[in-house]
Nanobody, 127 residues
C-alpha cells in the first residue's frame, strides 16, 4: 500500500523559510509534487518533480516560482520543498502527491494527474 508522509510544517514569520519533506513507501515510484489548500480556497498546484532520464524536470506554480524549490532524493524516495521568503498568503495545508504515470507538465498541474496523496502538513506564516 502506497503511503506518503509529509513533515516539516509549522509556524514561521514572514520572510522566513521552511523545508517540507515527503517520504513515499509501498514500493511505488513516480513523479512527485506538492499542492496546497488555504482556508476557503481550492487546492492549488505548488511544484512538481517529473522524472526524466537520470534526473528530472521541475515545475512551479506562478505564485511560488523563484521562492520555492522542489528537489528529490531517489534513493530515499523522498521529495522536498524548500520554501523561502514566505508570505502570509503562503499559509495553507500542504499536500504531497505521487503520480504513477508520465504526464505532460500541464497535466501535472492538475489534481487529476496524481494517484496518491499525503495527509497534509500545516504551514502558517504570521508575525
Amino acid at each position: 500500500q502506497v503511503q506518503l508522509v509529509e513533515s516539516g510544517g509549522g509556524l514561521v514569520q514572514p520572510g522566513g523559510s521552511l523545508r517540507l519533506s515527503c517520504a513515499a513507501s509501498g514500493g511505488t515510484h513516480g513523479n512527485m509534487g506538492w499542492f496546497r489548500q488555504a482556508p476557503g480556497k481550492e487546492r492549488e498546484f505548488v511544484a512538481a518533480f517529473r522524472l526524466s532520464g537520470s534526473g528530472g524536470m521541475t515545475y512551479y506554480g506562478t505564485s511560488v516560482k523563484d521562492r520555492f524549490t522542489i528537489s528529490r532524493d531517489n534513493a530515499k524516495n523522498t521529495v522536498y520543498l524548500q520554501m523561502n521568503s514566505l508570505k502570509p498568503e503562503d499559509t495553507a495545508v500542504y499536500y504531497c502527491a505521487l503520480a504513477t504515470r508520465s504526464y505532460t507538465s500541464s497535466y501535472l498541474r492538475t489534481e487529476n494527474a496524481w494517484a496518491y496523496w499525503g495527509q497534509g502538513t500545516h504551514v502558517t506564516v504570521s508575525s
